[in-house]
């Protein structure tokens, strides 16, 4: 250490020298002072349109269909239109593939070298930002976010684990953050996922994984969120939310898939603020105790209960089931470990306290108890799920694959509703039977049956199949 | 498609040309029959030393202290000597981090360029793999194991992460070769992760993540292993092990800090086998019920428990204590979930059906519930573990940080022991008192208290330490 001649730096007392000491720039010049180094100093509100105006017509539930992330696009277009110096879209080359590819209508895909004629939708100044390097997105994206941006990363919800390590170190960034006061408050980092886990029909299993929530939500409460949007309404809702708030990593699961709508836009903003409600018209127990409670979270095992609600009201129509459907994750931990939990009493209003509850997951089950073993009726919580069977199949098939299906559901029910089991024998029997033809139907035609795909809810039956 | 000219493909029938139909390899030239291609067809065993050799004396619990990876080295060290053909060591620069060092008696670091003179254990044929990048480090070892030998991956704890999407894919390969019976099986993939979450000292909190084992657990049961041997003898016992599986992904997190050993060779061997066990040594309840079962897994939870039994022998003579210790993390599960997992009667006759159960977990509480949340005494199982508290600090104050320490485990105790609160109010106040006495030392000193860092097991307990 002598090599570096302290004695010149330092006085007798060992305080450095004037010289010295009087280097380091001051006030706003400091390097914690630099507007860039406190991205919250410079951030500006995004200027948003009214997300209502983007809305689908659902007159009744299973009434119409969309695909949910392009009418996200449409949103994002106008978003990105309008706020042109301060929000970028960002992913691997999935921007069309995730079907948000309205956004070109007004922009471009951002590229710094020659651009030749065959290109499509590349440009210099583009907003979105495309390269097959989520590692590279993500990076990008954090720096955006803490120069004081926004921003918004779509991603295949199976190859997003390609950024956990990073995710982390940004998570933990926002959580010692928050107790810094100087620090002013960034942009939330905003994952949509789509291209999921269930609609990976020609990809297969190497594309089939959920487990980017699980790894989320152990990092801390305060800065994660978590929703999983059922239709195109309350996707819109959600993502309006998420580019408002602050400080937070939001997670969105979305279908891009043509799939029924199930709430107007006044009805997805009511669930979505409720973040979990009992969906009055899909249930049949008003005014009583429901036999059953079953619950959903994400769009196929949304679709799933409803059929099998419809299956039950065909077959056992005696029996009183509750429908509660869960967009906003979180509603299920206690309220004393995550700020968007339930209360005890509100939790125990919508799954009971002692009837058996049916949960249908878009991920892997064990997250479901994992977020709801305080609960008092969590010995009756019975979960379906991904457990890690896939292959290239047919999206009914995926679903039978998990037993996540409709017709597993309503043997869910059987089993588990007490006294059941004895009398509905014939109706168990028989869901196993379709389970068996709708197995055999995959295999002979390579496509699901028709009394899957042309399935719609009841309300919104009419001739010919939705529109 | 015509300017494929199907018509010189193929013939009137739509079967390919006969110049062309013989034209792929058969027999062993196929692909899939290609040796290189099915690894397991070239796999010969390790040529393993025995690894009881290794072992470190424990004349008593606690009266010795080892690395435990250190001691690991020297086993590693040999098994590169004696299968020079056959495996490697690899990871990012922290073989020596992780004191893995004594492999360099042997080997040295492979390296295909110029190599410089003051270049240190560097060589064109060295067994050890660096580079500092994960993933290249993983995609090496997937090619070494697909192509029939064997490897060994150490890893700092927080940054495995980088690779969970690569794990991701593995794991699904192994689940589906499983079903193919002409794949033969390959070496297991290998993971030490070291320099954990516990002992980042001078790191902090970017360095502070368990959650790999959270990723792990949801691929599928039949071929993920995870252990956490507490000590330096159980360690080189888990190692052996996995060196002679196949088709699995074993992950193994291990301390490296100079920590006390609990069992001689023989006991280690007992305890590894059976993958959970009552350390009766540390437990006063033979012949009778337990008050209180205090379960530990990973080096320094078990370290935490131990001197909270200590604690509570010296304050709270009359409880009934059951110190069970768990190295193999999947016995939690039911053993219809995972092959390890124990039995509901042996899970019982180890945690009880009814007593308060206080467990000491390395990484996040919430996978220990989702283990085990079928299990009878669930209702009882009380976790502590990694909270996603940290910075750069000193051991103690880190575990204290997130409620695992040795004072708050026994405010633990007497919290969940009926009757205890009432009665042990003194002892739950001079817990506080400690805590905050150790936290005042660490910010005074810079250091952990003494009573802390020269804290032994009492049956260790010697003049002036513990060698």
């Known amino acids: ?113 020659k651009i030749l004629a065959t290109d499509e939708h590349i440009a210099p100044h583009g907003r979105v930002m495309e390269v097959l390097s989520e590692q590279v997105i993500e990076g990008w994206l954090e720096g955006y976010l803490l120069t004081g941006r926004h921003g918004f990363f779509n991603c295949y919800e199976a190859f997003i684990h390609i950024v956990d390590s990073m995710f982390n170190q940004h998570a933990k960034w926002l959580k010692v953050t ?32 959920p487990g980017f929530i699980d790894h989320v939500v152990n990092k801390k409460a305060e800065v994660i969120r978590v929703y999983l949007p059922p239709d195109a309404n309350t996707l819109l809702s959600v993502a309006d939310h998420c580019l408002r708030s602050r400080n937070y990593v ?53 679709l799933e209960t409803l059929a099998a609600v419809d299956l039950l009201r065909r077959h056992l129509p005696d029996i009183r089931v509750r429908v509660v459907n869960v967009v906003d994750l979180m509603r299920l931990q206690p309220d004393t470990e995550h700020p968007h939990g339930l209360r005890d009493r509100d939790f125990d209003a919508l ?44 999206p009914f098939d995926m679903v039978m694959l998990n037993d996540l299906d409709r017709f597993h559901l309503v043997m869910d029910v059987i089993d588990r509703v007490p006294g059941l089991r004895e009398r509905a024998g ?19 035609y390579g496509e699901d049956a028709p009394e899957i795909t042309q399935w719609v809810w009841p309300n919104g039956r009419r001739e010919g199949g939705y529109e």
């Open 426 to 444: 014939d109706v168990r029997q028989l869901m196993q039977d379709k389970r068996l033809e709708c197995r055999v139907y995959t295999r002979q």
């Open 351 to 394: 799954f009971t306290t002692d009837k058996p509850v049916i949960f249908a997951y878009h991920g892997y089950p064990s997250l479901i108890h994992r977020l709801a073993y305080r609960r008092k009726n969590h010995p009756n919580l019975h979960v379906r799920g991904y457990r890690e069977e896939g292959t290239t199949t047919t």
């Open 1 to 113: 250490m002598r090599s570096y001649r302290p004695e010149e730096l330092f006085d007798e007392n060992g305080t450095l020298v004037p010289e010295l000491s009087t280097l380091p720039p001051t006030g706003e010049r400091r390097m914690s002072a630099n507007l860039s180094a406190n991205g919250g100093m410079r951030l500006k509100d995004l200027d948003l349109p009214d997300f209502r105006s983007y809305a689908v017509d659902v007159p009744a539930p299973g009434a119409t269909a969309a695909e949910p992330t392009r009418v996200l696009g449409t949103f994002l277009r106008d978003v990105i239109a309008r706020n042109q110096d301060r929000f970028r879209l960002l992913g691997p080359d999935e921007t069309t593939s995730n079907r948000l590819n309205a956004v070109f209508d007004v922009t471009d895909r951002v590229f710094s070298d």
């Open 250 to 302: 939001n997670v969105i699961v979305a279908g891009k898939q043509m799939e029924q709508n199930w709430l107007s836009m006044d009805e997805a903003i009511v669930h979505c603020t409720r973040g979990a409600s009992i969906w009055k018209w899909a249930s049949n127990d008003e005014g009583n105790k429901p036999d059953v409670v079953l619950a959903c979270c994400g769009d196929v095992p949304t």
């Open 178 to 209: 928050r107790a810094l006061p100087w620090r002013r408050p960034i942009a939330s980092l905003n994952y949509l996922l789509s291209s999921h886990v269930w609609r990976q029909d020609q990809n297969g299993f190497s594309h089939q994984d």
